[in-house]
Nanobody
Framework: QVSVVESGGGLVQAGGSLRLSCEAS????????MAWFRQVPGKEREFVAG????????YYAESVKGRFTISKDNAKKTIYLEMNSLKPEDTAVYYC???????????????????WGQGTQVTVSS
């Protein structure tokens, strides 16, 4: 199992940057696919970016490709989401998640993720 706790949300103006952090813990913390999702009221939670602890594989939603960067620090058991050139439409609650199974392939399907953080609010003003 794995537990995740995200932090770093806040209020920024359009064009600004913000970095989110997700600290993982648990006996199998490094055996799950890690991802960032986001959700706004009235909409489905959507995949933003994903990565794995081993190697450098990453995957991004088209809406954030080229602007967001997901990275990791294995020693700190932490996943980061560097968000640049933020837009008002990026406003959402951002969640860190880990897959239910022990796998090494990034998936965008939220049902595959079992472990979720509490969420951190990101608000981008226009």
């Amino acid at each position: 199992q794995v537990s995740v706790v995200e932090s770093g949300g806040g209020l920024v103006q359009a064009g600004g940057s913000l970095r989110l952090s997700c600290e993982a813990s648990g006996r199998t913390w490094n055996r799950h696919v890690m991802a960032w999702f986001r959700q706004v009221p009235g909409k489905e939670r959507e995949f933003v970016a994903g990565t794995i602890w081993s190697g450098g594989n990453t995957y991004y939603a088209e809406s954030v490709k080229g602007r967001f960067t997901i990275s990791k620090d294995n020693a700190k058991k932490t996943i980061y989401l560097e968000m640049n050139s933020l837009k008002p439409e990026d406003t959402a609650v951002y969640y860190c998640a880990a897959t239910a199974g022990i796998d090494n392939r990034i998936t965008t399907i939220k049902e595959r993720y079992r472990y979720w953080g509490q969420g951190t609010q990101v608000t981008v003003s226009s």
